[in-house]
């Protein structure tokens, strides 16, 4: 029974010393994920009753780089994480919204305009045999219209990069 | 015994969480400056002609009800004015008498009495932010002073953010 016992030890501390070496690899493979972004143009100055009026667009806004440490899948989701107001109202994250201008080295990608909101939306769900790949994403604002103080208004955006 | 099977279901479930998703984040402040805007504008003008066609058209005056419709738009609380440009008409010539632009009244469409123009703004309406929308009634009673001819005169509104 004490033989048994022991080798029985034995083989669960192989076990795992081998399941610490995967939970290492895995934490490796992690810290090769990463997004880095970069804000071009993302001020609005809304100084006539046309730019108030009309939908605004910064032209690559955001540049979005992504690398991958697993290339086969990954996405990219953004929220408007917080909001704040000099004159108190702050206003609705879905008047931002984002859309892909150009990626590099071209993917196939999503093209569609993407309303922000508070909660991750779905800008990318990549499947590519590419590691690094650049984003690059206009910044659409809605028509402002009349019933906003004049003021300074902040967005704050959060982009995430998740791979399964 | 247990307690190895315990560290090794343990270490499974790290495992599983630590390959569940694997992500990496970045943010960045837009920020948005807005600035006063107004803007006022005739949605209508159909009312801006009289034409005196009788004595009692002169006895009594003419007016025309909704005779222009204007639109507000304006991201602060606002005041419109109106005024005319000139003190006169422009008309026929002298020995013609000038006609004063306070033959011409204006109200809010609705309202109780006229007030009659001249080259110093009176209040006529306010209203908070948004796009708003009024109408104004005329009222011409020249009398019977003037030369038969035509008579114009500009009127000017001034919308203005409080």
């Known amino acids: ?143 402002v219209g009349y019933s906003y103080a004049p003021g300074n208004y902040n967005f704050t955006i959060l982009f995430t990069m998740t791979q399964p | 015994m247990k307690k190895m099977t315990l560290i090794t279901a343990a270490l499974f479930a790290t495992i599983i969480a630590a390959n569940a998703q694997s992500s990496a984040q970045a943010s960045q402040t837009v920020t948005l400056n807005l600035q006063n805007s107004i803007d006022i504008a005739f949605t209508a003008a159909t009312g801006t002609d009289f034409t005196f066609t009788n004595t009692g058209d002169y006895q009594n005056g003419l007016t025309n009800l909704n005779a222009s419709s204007l639109q507000v738009k304006s991201n602060r609380p606002w005041a419109v004015t109106v005024g005319s440009a000139s003190a006169n008409f422009n008309g026929p010539a002298a020995p013609s008498p000038a006609m004063p632009s306070s033959v011409l009244g204006v109200r809010l469409n609705g309202g109780s009495s006229f007030g009659a123009l001249s080259t110093s703004a009176q209040s006529l309406t306010s209203g908070d932010r948004g796009v708003s929308s009024f109408s104004v009634d005329y009222n011409a009673n020249p009398g019977f002073s003037y030369d038969a001819g035509t008579y114009t005169l500009s009127v000017i509104y001034t919308a203005t953010q409080q």
């Open chain 1, 1 to 143: 029974m004490c033989y048994t016992g022991i080798r029985t030890n034995r083989l669960l501390a192989r076990n795992i010393l081998m399941l610490l070496f995967c939970t290492s690899a895995v934490h490796a493979q992690n810290s090769q994920n990463n997004i880095t972004l970069t804000a071009l143009n993302t001020g609005f100055i809304l100084n006539s009753v046309a730019s108030i009026e009309t939908q605004q667009t910064r032209a690559n806004a955001f540049q979005i780089a992504v690398n991958s440490r697993n290339s086969a899948n990954f996405s990219i989701r953004a929220r408007v994480s917080s909001s704040t107001s000099s004159t108190g109202t702050p206003f609705p994250a879905s008047m931002l919204a984002l859309r892909l201008n150009t990626t590099n080295p071209p993917v196939t990608a999503n093209l569609n305009t993407i309303t922000l909101s508070t909660t991750d939306q779905l800008l990318q769900q990549i499947t590519s045999t590419k590691n690094n790949i650049t984003f690059n994403y206009d910044l659409l604002l809605a028509p």
